[in-house]
């Protein structure tokens, strides 16, 4: 036989009527969160725009409020560069100097370094909202989550970027060639965290920009240009010698926790949920018999 029910074992009596009432309202509010993992809703533009704002805002305020302890970071970056050299991957210095070698060239990777972080991602984040709402919320929770962990690591491994090395024989490509590129240099330099290397969230946002156009776009060229981003992105980094190629790896390991905490929140590859949230789509026409359609015929006519 099976187990009694809730009645049975209440003497035959009903539940309480607020107890009841309590149960039905956490179903519903299971239920709803449920949906809400399998369609994302759309957020509200307002509340968007202003949760990316403070965030961005919070951010830049967290990282720059890090102490930036020189010493230690100088140290960290001798431990970088000695294990790149252990693995026989250490050849920053020399991509640094042959690319500044080419003016035209480096002056064009000052300004990619400086502008396309923002841009490319910003855009990426809009053209999400505008034509894959229902996929949106979990692809933006998978940058912030990257970037949060990202601070992380600022706050508890700084790092002198190659540049900035003692005795490390790089160029300072900004300097070098009168440009601005870098936080790290120029009139920028009193108000942001010179020692925020690692990992690299150049790496991290670009790579993120890279896979959602590649996952979701439908021309075939776009989706190259998306893998293509990154790649360009970290042959930047490397030529203007702001990062190693460790804190690039830092940075593809951030990202990959972010898709990580994100599949869990929405139970789903962030790229395989519905493009558009199933409350936006229109409802499906009500269909009913042919003959409910036709007049009523009056008895008196019979």
Not at 209 to 229: D, N
Not at 287 to 298: G, I, K, L
Request: net charge positive.
């Amino acid at each position: 036989m099976g187990e009694p029910t809730e009645i049975q074992q209440n003497g035959g009596r009903m539940p309480d009527g607020a107890t009841l009432a309590a149960r039905t309202r956490t179903a519903a509010l299971r239920d709803r969160v449920r949906e809400q993992r399998r369609s994302p809703a759309r957020p509200r533009l307002w509340f968007e725009l202003a949760l990316i704002g403070i965030s961005y805002w919070v951010y830049s305020l967290v990282r720059n409020a890090v102490p930036e302890q020189e010493t230690i970071a100088q140290k960290h970056a001798g431990w970088i560069w000695d294990l790149e050299h252990s693995l026989g991957i250490a050849v920053e210095r020399s991509i640094n100097h042959a690319v500044d070698s080419v003016g035209w060239l480096i002056t064009g990777m000052n300004y990619y370094y400086a502008t396309l972080h923002f841009v490319v991602t910003i855009g990426v984040l809009v053209w999400l909202y505008r034509w894959h709402p229902g996929r949106y919320a979990a692809t933006r929770t998978v940058l912030f989550v990257t970037t949060a962990i990202a601070l992380v690591g600022f706050y508890f491994f700084p790092l002198a970027p190659p540049r900035l090395m003692t005795d490390g024989g790089f160029i300072d490509t900004v300097k070098t060639h009168g440009t601005w590129g870098s936080m790290a240099s120029g009139p920028a330099t009193h108000v942001s965290n010179q020692f925020a290397a690692m990992p690299s969230m150049h790496i991290g946002w670009s790579t993120w920009c890279g896979l959602t156009i590649f996952f979701l776009a439908r021309r075939t060229w776009v989706r190259v240009l998306g893998l293509l981003y990154p790649a360009a992105t970290l042959l930047v980094i490397v030529s203007t010698a702001n990062h190693f190629w460790m804190d690039a790896v830092g940075g593809l390991l951030c990202l990959a926790v972010g898709f990580l905490t994100a599949g869990w929140l929405y139970h789903s590859w962030v790229y395989r949920l519905p493009r558009v949230p199933a409350r936006e789509l229109p409802a499906e026409p009500v269909t009913v018999p042919e003959q409910w359609s036709e007049p009523a015929v009056s008895s008196a006519r019979r």
